[in-house]
């Protein structure tokens, strides 16, 4: 079982920053990817930003320039980076890892989530 921990979220005003991390514990066999998610308040959960283990990244367009995704494999650690920080950045950010397993004959993607965190933009 994948145990999640996040932390760094907060309140910070319009133009500042914060810094997540998100810790990996627990019977990890093959990390494919891991990342961030975000939900705002009566919206779904989007892609943020997401590393696979060949060192590829995914970003959202909305955070391109101003947000950093980056990753200490020997630690299991993701942490993102977040800089000129808008209003519309406000929501619950939600670590995510992928593990590759084999099982039952074929290699299959495991999804595990964190408990969230929130980040508030505001002044």
């Known amino acids: 079982q994948v145990h999640l921990v996040e932390s760094g979220g907060g309140l910070v005003q319009p133009g500042g920053s914060l810094s997540l991390s998100c810790a990996a514990s627990?019977?990890?066999?093959?990390?494919?990817?891991m990342g961030w998610y975000r939900q705002a308040p009566g919206k779904q959960r989007e892609l943020v930003a997401i590393?696979?283990?060949?060192?590829?990244?995914t970003q959202a367009d909305s955070v391109k320039g101003r947000f950093t995704i980056s990753r200490d494999n020997a630690k299991n650690t993701v942490y993102l980076q977040m800089n000129s920080l808008r209003p519309e950045d406000t929501a619950v950010y939600y670590c995510?890892?992928?593990?590759?397993?084999?099982?039952?004959?074929?290699?299959?993607?495991?999804?595990?989530w964190g408990q969230g965190t929130q980040v508030t933009v505001s002044s």
């Open positions: 590393t696979t283990s060949d060192g590829s990244i």
């Open positions: 627990g019977s990890i066999f093959r990390i494919k990817a």
């Open positions: 995510n890892l992928v593990e590759r397993r084999f099982a039952g004959g074929i290699w299959t993607d495991f999804s595990s």
